[in-house]
């Protein structure tokens, strides 16, 4: 099993900055990859960024140039930082973490914490 903590997000003019963090807890052993993913009201859950365990990235269009993702190996600790935010990045972020052992993959999530990008 593996836990996960998120904190930062807010609310934030346009334009400006905000960082989150997500600590792991548990099973961190087994993480191949942890990632953001955002909902937005009336919207599907989206893949925002993710970072495997060699440091390889991934970002969605709609953040690329504007978001950086990183993670603390050492803390069990993946960030997220948002520079130029829009009000259409408003949303619930969510952690995720990937696991696997020899016969499965688990998925799992973060609380969420609430993101505003106030126009």
């Known amino acids: 099993q593996v836990q996960l903590v998120e904190s930062g997000g807010g609310l934030v003019q346009a334009g400006g900055s905000l960082g989150l963090s997500c600590a792991a807890s548990?099973?961190?052993?087994?993480?191949?990859?942890m990632g953001w993913y955002r909902q937005a009201p009336g919207k599907q859950r989206e893949l925002v960024a993710s970072?495997?365990?060699?440091?390889?990235?991934n970002y969605a269009d709609s953040v690329k140039g504007r978001f950086t993702i990183s993670r603390d190996n050492a803390k069990n600790t993946v960030y997220l930082q948002m520079n130029s935010l829009k009000p259409e990045d408003t949303a619930v972020y969510y952690c995720?973490?990937?696991?696997?052992?020899?016969?499965?993959?688990?998925?799992?999530w973060g609380q969420g914490t609430q993101v505003t990008v106030s126009s």
């Open positions: 995720n973490a990937i696991s696997t052992t020899l016969l499965r993959s688990n998925s799992y």
């Open positions: 970072i495997g365990n060699g440091g390889n990235t």
């Open positions: 548990g099973s961190t052993i087994s993480i191949r990859a």
